[in-house]
């Protein structure tokens, strides 16, 4: 069975913290993304890697970092976390190519309170 | 720039059908998705349709786009409490664009 696993399922850190989020695929996909979700808002790309160590912006990469080192694993990191980026944050991947449906696979999610 | 809309709750009696309607705004979108979010767990694909298609029909589950509107809809017919989820529409030309998900709540 294919899988995106994301360590934490749930945490709870302090304002500023450094907060690290794994997310893991076994599926060889070229694509990965950071998203966040949050109630009424539906899904807000945060990053998105297309290759090893290659990682792209999304609509909100303000207060993130990523890390890609390897292709089966896209880290996000909170340099100095804040209240506003408690939130509910899906990893998911994808293989590559430009043509064909863009179909995503979902970890489970982390759910990150910051207090 | 783009959007996706999608109301975000409907409420539908068990053995009704359940009708998730969604517009879009990018006249270039190549694809357009329908995921499913249960509790607790992240998005899952339901189905999708390519742009020149108008309907597809998966068992109990049939999308209709009307492209002249930027309209798209999920029917899932004779819906069970396990359809108990989030919604999400999506368009992709380049990225995927999200609606903010259609909670379906099941009244028995």
């Known amino acids: 069975d294919v899988k995106v696993t994301q360590s934490s399922r749930y945490l709870v850190k302090r304002t500023g913290e450094k907060v690290f989020l794994e997310c893991v695929q076994d599926?060889?996909?070229?694509?990965m993304f950071w998203y966040r979700q949050d109630p009424g808002l539906g899904l807000r790309l945060i990053y998105f890697?297309?290759?090893?160590?290659?990682?792209e912006k999304g609509d909100i990469p303000e207060g993130y970092s990523v890390s890609r080192e390897k292709k089966e694993r896209f880290s996000l990191i909170l340099e100095s976390a804040s209240t506003n980026q408690t939130s509910m944050y899906l990893c998911?991947?994808?293989?590559?190519?430009?043509?064909?449906?863009?179909?995503?696979?979902f970890g489970a999610g982390s759910r990150l309170t910051v207090l | 720039g783009e959007d996706v809309e999608q109301s975000l709750f409907l409420s539908v009696r068990e053995g009704d059908s359940s009708v998730i309607n969604c517009t879009y705004t990018d006249s270039s979108s190549t694809y357009l998705y329908w995921y499913k979010q249960e509790p607790g767990a992240g998005l899952q694909l339901l189905t999708y349709i390519f742009s020149n298609m108008d309907m597809k029909q998966d068992q109990r589950l049939t999308v209709l786009l009307n492209k002249k509107d930027k309209h798209l809809s999920l029917r899932i017919a004779d819906t069970q409490t396990g359809d108990s989820a989030i919604y999400f529409c999506a368009d992709s030309n380049y990225q995927l664009i999200w609606g903010a998900g259609t909670k379906l709540i099941i009244k028995p």
């Open positions: 998911a991947s994808s293989q590559g190519g430009e043509s064909g449906a863009n179909v995503l696979t």
């Open positions: 599926m060889d996909h070229e694509n």
């Open positions: 890697s297309y290759d090893v160590k290659m990682k």
